[in-house]
């Protein structure tokens, strides 16, 4: 699992326990993980199908350092899939845990695209030609 | 199931694919639970503990107007358990249901507080007095 | 009046003497009521054209729940006319009474569109066809 | 009068009209106005406490530069009176006037507190020593 | 060197020590300069070219109200050069100071475009008739 | 040097020109570097200190992907110095390198705090126990 981005919980993440908010977790891990499926599928226009359930094991609080791990497990043939782990860098306590997360890859009319890959890339040569182009 | 909030799609809530990105409606879906919770429980001190799973029926574009359906399902000792559902006003579309989300209402020392309720309110009774007095 | 919105005041929402903040207040009320026009006249394109006298009556501190009433109190030929009362879940107390703000219905050109309605609907069926249609 | 504050409208600001949102106008007006405040009666604990009618004249669209001037126009024993003008720098064009945004300044009670100012200042020997002192 | 812009330093702009986020000042300085681009050069397509070196000489800390100022020091054929200097209105403090930023004013197909300004104006005259017109 | 936070442009990330801009780009490193600091440190009281020149040398448009990479240069008494090469990740292309940013670990006090570090961890060891410990 890679775990990429990091973040230090800031005053309006807290909720009024003082505690980071489950939706400011939310919104990190679906901003990440839609980025990590455009580079996997090649394709900027990614949506979020499906996530399982969500169990938040323990929190943090102000100034902790969090980071979110995602893991490819599956190719379909217009979506990925991905498992998800984030925990608490200094007390390194898990703080949730999601198994299985899809996205779909479209076409530029909003249609599932297939994507033709099957496993995961460390290159970014899955961004199209005509994308990858610097005079576009 | 009571419909309260509702948002209007905004350029920033956008995906590359033109319509509404998934983190911002869970980060919307989140605000707007949490204070239904705080009502219901008469604490300010609440922490999401579980989501169950989640699917994305549908989705909505730029100008749409979405709202946020919650309704409590069942009251725990120290908890509160709720479904909710997301439509677009405008398609009259169903975006997404929430069987199941378990918000937990905390003491001033982050330990679970049994709150004594076993049904819904409508009035805002259940915040205790001191919070209640103007003079505080 | 209806109350619908309900925000939990967060540390970002607060000045220097550890209030609301009357601009996140504004912006708020504004955020509601333009949703609000754009059901009841069935058209996105809602410009805010006049808001009467605002007496900031008592304020709300971190945590504190606040939820925002509106009514419609009359149709014009291409306007909505309505009132704002906002308060204070915990404590009751009233916040702010805003008599009079008037919002206009523009055309596909930023003209103003007559809408024809001359009373509050509790229905969402006056976005026309073309937007309703699922498969726009 | 003098203008201070200029803003670039950006994607997020604008209506489903493509015009400037009237909630983030407003939002900037009292950021701004709040802060004027301030330094007029050298205090950091500022509440809004009364805007008189608002109409909007014209609006702006994105890349337009507006710019906010504010002139105080009276000093109470507790607070400082003051109207407002926003522009849109590009077409010369008036967006709003407000002829009296009341501001109060508080003590660390939260209680309305007597100033002793009279008049305008363009120094900025307001704020106590207390505050000014570097090394506090 | 003008002052315009100031900014009361709120929570969200707090680092963990409680004092003002190096983030943030960068990114409203350069709010700031880029719309004072768009004034001198009469036009609204500015990118950032280059900022040289910034020391951070204090801080700043929640409440405190600090302004920035900008001068023009040079038009080239495309760009036009500026430096900055932020200070801390309270205590007097100087808080940064940028000697060279470079903004270059863009066609409509994005490459540098000849201005023929050589000197600064305090008139807003330098926009196109095009933008100026309020029938556009 | 370790490429770590990536980031998708988003509309409210752009300027006139559609592109990239430059305040927000500033805003990100910062956000990054700062994490990364306190790591390095195993301090969450990290202020920056000096940025040197920056070139900003392409840009990005809405829908890139940019990532941002950060690697340790010097271990000062009580600072860690590191460089920055932002990239886009779809076309290849450099977007900034910024040669040195130091950024000083404090106290409680606020004053400069001796680290004792002079290479760069990869694990997270470098937190004192009392914020390691869960049961803070």
């Known amino acids: 699992m890679n775990f990429h981005t990091r973040k230090w919980v800031r005053p309006e993440d807290l909720n009024a326990n003082g505690t980071l908010f489950g939706g400011s977790l939310l919104r990190w891990i679906d ?11 090649g394709n900027q226009r990614i949506v979020t199908k499906y996530i399982s359930e969500i169990n938040f ?5 102000q100034g902790d350092i969090i980071e979110i791990g995602l893991k490819a497990t599956h ?3 217009t979506s ?21 997360i899809v996205f779909v ?15 995961v890339t460390f290159d970014r040569d899955r961004f199209p030609e005509g994308l990858r182009n610097p005079g576009r």
Chains 1, 2, 3, 4, 5, 6 share one sequence.
Do not use: W
Not at 31 to 41: G, H, K, R, T
């Open 105 to 119: 890859g479209l076409d530029e009319f909003g249609r599932p695209k297939p994507h033709g890959f099957t496993d």
């Open 80 to 100: 990925i899939t991905m498992s998800c782990r984030v925990r608490n860098i200094i007390t390194s306590e898990p703080i949730l845990t999601i198994d299985t």
């Open 31 to 41: 901003d990440e993980a839609v980025v990590y499926a455009m580079i996997q599928l």
């Open 57 to 61: 094991r323990s929190s943090a609080v």
């Open 75 to 77: 190719f379909g043939r």
